[in-house]
């Protein structure tokens, strides 16, 4: 089993940046698929990145790429997302996820983390 600790939300004005990080305990984040979603108000959590397990092979939500870069420190046991260039639709709370499957879908993710919010100010 794994536990997910997110970090590093807040308030950043428009075109800001912002780093999340997501401590893992249990089990290496190398071990898994790991993932960000964010979730919206009266929405389904909706898929923003993920690293693969082997390679670190990365993938990004469309409106994301070129923004947002998912990365992870195996020594640290540490996910990342380095979120430039916020824009205020990016408000949402994020959460980081691990599973064992490579998927968009939050069916595919075992271990969530409590979430952490991100504002966006225009």
């Known amino acids: 089993q794994a536990q997910l600790i997110e970090s590093g939300g807040g308030l950043v004005q428009a075109g800001g940046s912002l780093s999340l990080s997501c401590v893992a305990s249990?089990?290496?984040?190398?071990?898994?698929?790991m993932g960000w979603f964010r979730q919206f108000p009266g929405k389904e959590r909706e898929f923003v990145a993920r690293i693969s397990r082997i390679g670190g092979r990365t993938y990004y939500r469309d409106t994301v790429k070129g923004r947002f870069t998912i990365s992870r420190d195996n020594a640290k046991n540490t996910l990342y997302l380095r979120m430039n260039s916020l824009k205020p639709e990016d408000t949402s709370i994020y959460y980081c996820?691990?599973?064992?499957?490579?998927?968009?879908?939050?069916?595919?993710?075992?271990?969530w983390g409590q979430g952490t919010q991100v504002t966006v100010s225009s």
């Open positions: 249990g089990r290496t984040v190398s071990s898994y698929v």
């Open positions: 996820a691990a599973g064992d499957t490579i998927s968009i879908s939050e069916r595919a993710y075992d271990y």
